[in-house]
């Protein structure tokens, strides 16, 4: 038996028929060209398979469940938090560094994702005033 490839699917289906048809049932055959009409369509579903495999995948990672933008939104808070925390022990010490300085303006310059619930926005916002607050009163004191 020759193998010519992939679209060879349909002399292996006439091969079937007409094994089937010396056998001499009395059941159910198909011709030759109705089987290979139907391996293209099983072949071309196939094909078609895999890609609404995918694009079924890919739409449901842009689904975002609001328990994970909230817990997005609680890590970012928690950051700015332990960021302004870092600042007052560095300002207590005498010596605020530069980069923890950089590193919550960042911070604070990222857009948050908005949340379903209003109490924690109003937290958010004002952990985020507070560190705007903060960066501009060590901006100034820097200027003079």
Do not use: H, W
């Not at 960021?83 to 022990?89: A, I, N, P, Q, R």
């Not at 109490?119 to 060590?138: F, M, P, S």
């Amino acid at each position: 038996m020759k193998i010519n490839g992939p679209s060879s699917t349909s002399s292996t289906g006439a091969a079937r028929g007409a094994g089937r048809a010396a056998q001499g049932g009395g059941g159910f055959t198909l011709s030759a060209a109705a089987e290979a009409e139907e391996a293209a369509e099983a072949q071309r579903m196939a094909g078609l398979d895999g890609v609404m495999t995918v694009s079924a995948l890919l739409a449901l990672q842009g689904v975002e469940d609001p328990l994970s933008r909230r817990k997005r939104a609680m890590g970012r808070a928690s950051r700015i938090l332990d960021m302004l925390d870092d600042l007052k022990v560095a300002m207590l010490e005498g010596a605020a560094s530069p980069a923890t300085l950089d590193n919550l303006a960042k911070t604070v310059r990222e857009e948050r994702d908005a949340t379903d619930d209003p109490r924690l926005e109003d937290v958010l916002n004002e952990i985020e005033t507070r560190a705007a607050v903060e960066l501009a009163k060590l901006g100034r004191t820097r200027a003079a």
